[in-house]
């Protein structure tokens, strides 16, 4: 992973610059929150589901 960008001075203060990664990422994360809101999940609820000890826990008797 390359080390951050040095800060850049603007009107608003010292900023990190925004790269193409930066974007990717927000769109990435833009998706994610649209199909977990048109689906009923949460991040809990999928590594929950996909967790085999939780699974299978509860059929063992």
């Known amino acids: 992973m ?3 960008p040095d800060p850049v001075e603007t009107r608003n203060g010292r900023q990190q ?14 998706v ?6 048109r689906f009923g999940l949460t991040p809990v ?6 967790s085999p000890d ?3 826990s509860s059929t063992r008797s």
């Open 2 to 4: 390359p080390s951050p």
């Open 17 to 30: 610059k925004k790269r193409a990664v930066w974007g990717q990422r927000q769109d990435a994360i833009a």
């Open 32 to 37: 994610m929150n649209q199909l977990a809101a």
């Open 45 to 50: 609820d999928g590594a929950a589901s996909a």
């Open 54 to 56: 939780r699974a299978t």
